[in-house]
């Protein structure tokens, strides 16, 4: 089985995923339309992104728009849609000048054409760089994730390709839309709620989870440093005891899963 590495130099997280939550409490708050809210929040993001850039982190996942979103009155899905769309025409070139490399995860089929034009026009455009992973989950649900993972092992199964006792959770894994990057290491959601809202179920298994009641446009340079420093100050143990993880650390090796 492999094991999670357990760095000593790992205060600073690869990778972080966010559920930006709470714009609408944000515009509430100042009397202003809903739509005033997920405004702010794009200037939210983009501070967000900078901030990552600066900090050198790896990976930035970040949930847009979950698959049960479209439950919303619709014409809150459609500025949320067309707030998508302007945020990729806009935002792109930047993106591409400063190295990050733009991934859209999610059920993509569902949106419409020209916003799946955009998505794959902006994908394309920062194929090969090699600074910030920026991933947006839209139309992403954990559980379509594991379900179209499954789905694909389901068909090699069908096909004679793979027998059913070779379906380990690796392969499983190695389905999975992220499965190429390393998993969260710091999950953070705005806005008060402690829940997961069907995010990244499978990937989240080990991932350090921060929750703040900050509203997602009040989620600001200083509230991405608390979360920070409040998983710098974690010890991550993925089923080891402490003292084991401490001996680890000052030997400075990955554990070995045979020499417990
Ligand atoms: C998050 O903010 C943005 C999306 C879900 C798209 P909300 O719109 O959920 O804000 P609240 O939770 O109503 O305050
Ligand atoms: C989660 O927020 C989804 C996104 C931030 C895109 P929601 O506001 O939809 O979550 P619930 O409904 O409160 O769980
Ligand atoms: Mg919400």
Redesign the pocket.
Known sequence: MSVPPVSPDSRLPRHVAI??????????QRYLP?PA??RA?VTSVRRTVEQCIAKGIEVLTL????SE?WR?PPQ?VSL?MELFIASLERETRKLHENGVRLRVIGERTAFAPRLQDKIAEAEAMTAANRGLHLVIAANYGGRWDIAQASRQLAIEVAEGRLRPDEITSERLASRLVLADLPEPDLFIRT?G?QRISNFLLWQLAYTELYFTPR??PDFDETAFGEALASFASRQRRFGYTGDQIEQITQRQVPPDPTQT
């Not at 559920?19 to 509430?28: P, V």
């Open positions: 559920i930006m939550d709470g714009n609408g409490r944000w515009a509430k809903r809210g997920h929040g949930f847009a728009f979950s979103n919303r809150e949320l806005g709620e509203l997602w």
